[in-house]
Structure formats: structure tokens, C-alpha cells
């Protein structure tokens, strides 16, 4: 215990060192630091490829005033904690950990460096200094699933799975119950890649899934190599992911959903320099900005594109929630009563199919 | 000309040296490569190298280092031992994993209880977890003469299979709001397998590793049993007149390595990692291979090649975040260490030759 008191001590002298170096900043001799962690390349072309772009959003928007330092293909676990502790040692007054996993960690290092804020991405534990962020990714999946119901000819949807938890399961029943409502006869056949980023293992579920009929396929998986499969068969629907995958636009990809971090960042950066910076939840959508839809490409036709964007309207001024109600569960369990909408508690752990999706969600 | 001679008796000057030379060769490659992409070398070399050890924030990286090493230090150990008798386990990786999720399903099947004796049944069932994942390779090798590197390879893959499926269903946190992931064994007091002195890096994997390398250096030098293992990498033939049993030594070799393997997966997902995720696994077992030809298959050799390995990541990652290195840069860093050790490795059993090369 004794020797645990020593190292907070050092950390925290370390850190109040630090301090000092911070109420520098406010008189404007000192650049805020503000550090980001990714959980993959930078180059990846997906989830962090647009976090990145977030980094450099801040550094454009706040010119001299701001530093930025990034680590990339940082492994969870043990790895992530000694990266933002370096970071904090190295001065960083905001940091930003972007991947599920980093939780845990974050929270470890949080506590040792109580002076720096710390932003983490789709977790749900929270500090004092550690504020959570995600993105409604499922309010872009319902006009996916919109302009999936009405581009098939076969009725037969593909979808891709990266790994079976809240976050991609809620993307799955958004499109279904939006591909449901343009087109009655659609069925979801959908195919677990248990990875987020393997283009290899990508490209096969889309041929699986472009064998078995499909000729529109979703994808919750970051690469583009889905695009190039349906580009091989030819007359197959696809989406971008995380990235607008605009290389492979106007036909496979006929739109996209964009994480974009941008605005966020900026403000959260803002925050800090301010000294108007508290510990938030923040789980924002279309209305946003943080949840972006490419351009809908010629390939869908204008009365589509046309319902897509008034769909889009209408869950960016909140008119409209992608689950609302009725609806049942998979097993015919009333899930929402008719108008009712999901609650967000609901939402982050849903773990359930909405009634006439078929197959079991893996254990 | 230049010519490559064989050498009648491997050079034991070259064996000892081609280490610390290709340490300096991929320091100066690596700085024009750093040079090239921008950044000043010596700056980045001193932050990879030097700041770690000796920088201001020493205090927080040396035992890092520790943690960092433990685990190659462990499983690489196991690997030199096979390796010397060229029974070549390259399936250390899915070994680490099962180590880990057969630790972590006892002291998870435990929790709440405190007890004294939940930590060590889970170091007993993390040993078992990589011997038993090792031992398949070993049991269809002497058994229908399967190649092991294959299969041990394979059952990485399978591993890797595992791996998710516990973290997505059995051993989920059932109160981790349907999120993946494990309850997290740091908040577990008698399954945490903590720093034995707060802060120092020393956990129960340190301890391990510096075990296994007195042990091993006792084994090769002392015991019967590593003499089989080094008769029968330098020639086989021999070791089969002198009596060595070639279904035992498979056995051993690759069950010792896999034992080890499992240790380290276990005391690190109860330490370190604190818990079992879809991406617990970060190819220690792979790395550790380096480590054990990088130390020489020598014990002492492994310890401080596993320590510099670790060095080079945690210098790594402070070169990115500091100086702006790509990570793809730093990984080709590490990926000129084996070469260059490799490629000089030649000239502990060939000497260069100046003048023109007779023809026989």
C-alpha cells in the first residue's frame, strides 16, 4: 500500500508539473496537447481512418493553438494503458481512446492523472475526467435498409456481421425493420466475419452471400473488399462502412453511412481550452453530424433517393426514431406498443432479433 | 571477388557477436529509413533506445519493460528448447490463448469467493491449457508422423476461434451491459495477479519467466535431459546410438513449450490484461519466436532479447507519439532486427573470401 501511495505521488507530482504547464496555456503561450489513441491503422480506410480525420479537423480548426500526437495499431489491454499514461506523462490535457476495448484501461489511467480529460469511444464506464462518445449508427442503418428493400430483385438481403453485441445487432434490426417497410417479401441472410477489419474473410462472406442469392449486401465491417466482390458478380448493391468507399461509386456502392468525429472533436478541444470541459455521455446521430450519408448515387432511382433523404430528414429533427413501434421480438414478444419508441438503456444492449429476421444470433 | 567458404567449426566469436551486430546494423538502417521519412535519426534511436531506460519518465517505463518482456520471455523459453532439438513448435500463439481462457474460466467460475487457493488452481489450469493444446501436435506426430509445424500452426486458428466465443458467450460479464468481455480479474482480489510490489512491473509472469530461464540453463547444462535435447539437434544420428528416446523428447519438448506458453496467456490475462476480450491475443507467441533465435536459443540469451524486443515496442510507441512515426515504420524497425541477424548469421558457419574463387 505504502509503495502505491509512492508511484500516485510521482504520477501526480508528474502530472502537477504538468498542471503548471497548463495554466500557461490559458494565457496563450502554451499549445493545449491533445492525444489520440487508434485501435488500427491510420491508413485502414474505416473506423480509424475517420477518426484520424477528426485529429486533423481540430488541428485545422484551431491552427497554433492546438498539438496533436497520435499512437496507431495500439492493442487493448495492457499496451492502451501504457500509450495514454506516456501521453499524460508527456503533457496531453485532453485524450481521446477510440476503440470499445480501450475501457478498462482508460478508466486505470484516468484515476492516476485526475488534471487530464479523457474522451472514450462507444464505452459506457465514466469519471469525473472521463466523458464516453458514440454514434447512432443505426439511425444511417434505416436508410440502408430503406434503399436495400427497394434496389432488390431476388427480395434476398445479404449482411455481413462483424461480431455479435449491441452495436452491430441494432444495426442489423434497423435495416431489416426499414427494408421490412419498403418491401414486405425481404429476407436477411446474414453472415458473421467475427472481425472488423480482414479483407480476405470479408470478400468471402460476400461471395456466401452473393452465392446464396443476395443482391444487395450490407456490411458492418470496415473494408472494401465486399465492393470488390459485388463488382466481380456484377449486378450487386453494396454500402459504404465507416468510410465513404466512394471509389466504388456510383455502382456497387450506391451510398454509405460516414462516422464523422469532426464536430465533436472540435467542440470537445474547445471545452478543454475554455476550461468548460465536463464529464458527458454524448450518443449523437444524423441530426448531429456525427453520423454522415454519402451521396446517394444515380444507380438508385429518384423517387428512392427521394424517400431515402426524406427518411434522413426526418430522424435528423428527431420527427422520426428508427425503432419505433409496434414491433416484436424475434419470438413474437411484443418489443415496442404501436408509436412507442426504444429507449436508449434498450437500445445499448440489445441483444435480440426483431420479429422476422431468421437464424439465432451466435453464443 | 567475394566468396562464401564453409567454415570447418561453426565460429563461436560470430555467434556471440552476430547479435549485438545486427542490433547496430538496424540501428543504422533503421535511422536512414527514419532519416527518409523526415525525422532526425539520432533523436528517434535515442527515443526508442534510450529514453525508456533513462528518460525522464524512466520511473514509469522500466517496469513496463518487465511487463512487456515477461510474456516473450516465458514462452520463448519454452520454444528454445524444442528448437534446439529441431522439433519446431510455431504454435505458441493458440498455446498462449488457451493458457489464458483455462486460467481465466477457473478464477472466473470462482468469483465472488476469496479464497487463497483460487490463484494458484488458475496458474495450475493455465499450464494445462497450453500442454494440452501443445500436446496435440505432439501426440499426432509421434503417433501417425504428422509435420508439428503444420499442425501446430493450425491450432492457432483454432485458438483464435476460441477466443471470441468465450469473450462473446461463456465467460461474458453479465453485468457488462451485452458489451464483450469478461469481468475484469483486476477488480477480483483473489484471482488478480497483481505486481508483487505496487508499481514495480513484477508480477507472478516475471517471476515465471526468471524461473524458466535458471531452470532451463540448469536443464542444458546439467541434466541428462538437455544433453538428449542438444545431441539431437547436432546430430541425430548420434543421439539415436547414445539412447535417446525420439517419442519422448517430442513429447517433452513440445509439451514443456506449450506449458509454458500457457502460463504466460494466463498470468497475463489475469494480471496486465485483467481480462478476456476478442482481441486478447497480440502475437506474443510469434514475437517470441524472434526472441528465442534473436537470444541464441540460450537462456541468458532469451532474457535479454526478450527485454530488447519489449524495448522496442514501448520506444515504438513513444517515437509515434512523440516524433510522429508511423507504426508501419517502427514494425519494419523490428522486422530489420531478425533480418539483419539472420542474414549475418551466415558468417558464423561461412567466412568471406577476398580474391578470385577457384574453380574445383
Not at chain 1, 427521394?306 to 426526418?314: D, F, Q, V
Not at chain 2, 499442425?151 to 462473446?168: D, I, K, R, T
Not at chain 2, 457488462?176 to 508480477?203: C, K, T, V, W
Not at chain 2, 514443456?256 to 486478447?280: H, K, R, Y
Amino acid at each position: 500500500m505504502g509503495n502505491e501511495m509512492k508511484l500516485t505521488k510521482l504520477l501526480t507530482s508528474a502530472a502537477l508539473a504538468l498542471g503548471l504547464a497548463t495554466t500557461a496555456m490559458a494565457d496563450g503561450h502554451e499549445k493545449t496537447k491533445v492525444g489520440f489513441v487508434f485501435v488500427g491503422p491510420i491508413g485502414d480506410g474505416g473506423w480509424t481512418y475517420e477518426h484520424n480525420k477528426g485529429r486533423l479537423a481540430v488541428e485545422e480548426e484551431f491552427g497554433d493553438k492546438v498539438e496533436t500526437v497520435f499512437v496507431e495499431s495500439v492493442a487493448e489491454g495492457p499496451d492502451s494503458e501504457r500509450v495514454m499514461t506516456q501521453m499524460a506523462l508527456d503533457g496531453a490535457d485532453l485524450i481521446f481512446t477510440t476503440s470499445f476495448g480501450y475501457m478498462d484501461p482508460t478508466i486505470n489511467v484516468a484515476k492516476k492523472f485526475p488534471d487530464v480529460k479523457f474522451e472514450h469511444a462507444t464505452g459506457y464506464k465514466r469519471a469525473d475526467n472521463v466523458s464516453t462518445y458514440s454514434a447512432r449508427f443505426y439511425e444511417g442503418r434505416a436508410i440502408q435498409g430503406h434503399i436495400a428493400g427497394k434496389m432488390t430483385k431476388s427480395n434476398i438481403i445479404g449482411y455481413i456481421g462483424s461480431y455479435p453485441i449491441p452495436e452491430v445487432i441494432r444495426g442489423i434490426n434497423s435495416a431489416f425493420i426499414h427494408a421490412r417497410k419498403a418491401n414486405p417479401d425481404v429476407q436477411f441472410k446474414i453472415v458473421w466475419a467475427y472481425t472488423w477489419f480482414d479483407p480476405a474473410k470479408e470478400a468471402d462472406a460476400a461471395k456466401v452471400l452473393i452465392e446464396q442469392g443476395a443482391d444487395v449486401v450490407l456490411q458492418h465491417t470496415d473494408s472494401t473488399a465486399p465492393q470488390a466482390a459485388a463488382q466481380e458478380a456484377g449486378n450487386v448493391v453494396t454500402f459504404g462502412q465507416a468510410s465513404d468507399m466512394s471509389q466504388y461509386a456510383p455502382f456497387p456502392r450506391v451510398s454509405s453511412i460516414i462516422d464523422d468525429w469532426a464536430p465533436y472533436y472540435i467542440a470537445r478541444t474547445k471545452a478543454v481550452m475554455d476550461g468548460t470541459w465536463t464529464s458527458t455521455d454524448t450518443w449523437d446521430g444524423i441530426g448531429a453530424g456525427m453520423v454522415g450519408i454519402g451521396e446517394i448515387s444515380d444507380a438508385v432511382p429518384a423517387d428512392v433517393k427521394a424517400e431515402a433523404l426524406a427518411l434522413k430528414a426526418s430522424l435528423a429533427d428527431r420527427s422520426y426514431h428508427a425503432f419505433t413501434g409496434p414491433l416484436n421480438k424475434q419470438d413474437g414478444t411484443p418489443f415496442l406498443a404501436e408509436g412507442e419508441t426504444a429507449d436508449d438503456g434498450t437500445l445499448a444492449g440489445m441483444n435480440f432479433y426483431v420479429e422476422g429476421i431468421e437464424g439465432d444470433i451466435p453464443q | 571477388m567475394i566468396a562464401l567458404e564453409k567454415r570447418p567449426q561453426p565460429s563461436r566469436a560470430f555467434s556471440l557477436a552476430t547479435p549485438v551486430l545486427a542490433v547496430i546494423a538496424t540501428m543504422v538502417f533503421g535511422g536512414l529509413l527514419f532519416a527518409a521519412l523526415g525525422k532526425d535519426p539520432l533523436v528517434a534511436i535515442k527515443t526508442i533506445f534510450w529514453d525508456p531506460l533513462f528518460g525522464q519518465y524512466a520511473f514509469f517505463y522500466r517496469p513496463q519493460l518487465l511487463i512487456k518482456g515477461a510474456p516473450l520471455v516465458l514462452i520463448a523459453i519454452g520454444l528454445s528448447l524444442g528448437f534446439k532439438a529441431g522439433i519446431w513448435n510455431i504454435g505458441a500463439e493458440g498455446q498462449y490463448i488457451m493458457g489464458a481462457l483455462f486460467g481465466a474460466g477457473v478464477g472466473l467460475a470462482f468469483y465472488p469467493l476469496e479464497a487463497f487457493y483460487v490463484f494458484p488452481l488458475m496458474v495450475l489450469a493455465g499450464a494445462l491449457g497450453g500442454w494440452i493444446w501443445a500436446m496435440i501436435p505432439a501426440f499426432l506426430k509421434v503417433k501417425f508422423g504428422t509435420n508439428e509445424i503444420l499442425v501446430s500452426l493450425m491450432m492457432v486458428y483454432v485458438a483464435e476461434q476460441f477466443l471470441p466465443s468465450m469473450a462473446l458467450g461463456l465467460m461474458k460479464n453479465p453485468e457488462g451491459f451485452g458489451f464483450p468481455g469478461s469481468r475484469n480479474l483486476q477488480q477480483y482480489p483473489s484471482a488478480f495477479n497483481a505486481d508483487l510490489i505496487e508499481g514495480s512491473g513484477m508480477h507472478w509472469g516475471v517471476v515465471a519467466a526468471m524461473v524458466a530461464v535458471i531452470l532451463a540453463y540448469v536443464l542444458l547444462t546439467k541434466h541428462r535431459l538437455g544433453f538428449a535435447i542438444r545431441v539431437t539437434g547436432e546430430a541425430p544420428r548420434a543421439a539415436r546410438f547414445s539412447g535417446v528416446n525420439p517419442t519422448r523428447l517430442v513429447l517433452f519438448c513440445l509439451g514443456m513449450s506449450g506449458l509454458l506458453a500457457g502460463l504466460a496467456g494466463m498470468f497475463e490475462v489475469s494480471g496486465p490484461a485483467g481480462q478476456v476480450t476478442i482481441d486478447f491475443n497480440v502475437g506474443y507467441g510469434f514475437t517470441a519466436i524472434i526472441v528465442a533465435f534473436l537470444g541464441r536459443l540460450h537462456p541468458v540469451g532469451i532474457l535479454l532479447a526478450g527485454l530488447l524486443m519489449a524495448l522496442t515496442y514501448i520506444g515504438g510507441d513513444i517515437a509515434q507519439s512523440n516524433l510522429g512515426l508511423p507504426a508501419a515504420a517502427i514494425q519494419v524497425f523490428q522486422g530489420m532486427l531478425l533480418f539483419f541477424l539472420l542474414a549475418l548469421d551466415v558468417l558464423t558457419n561461412y567466412r568471406l573470401r577476398f580474391g578470385r574463387s577457384e574453380v574445383a
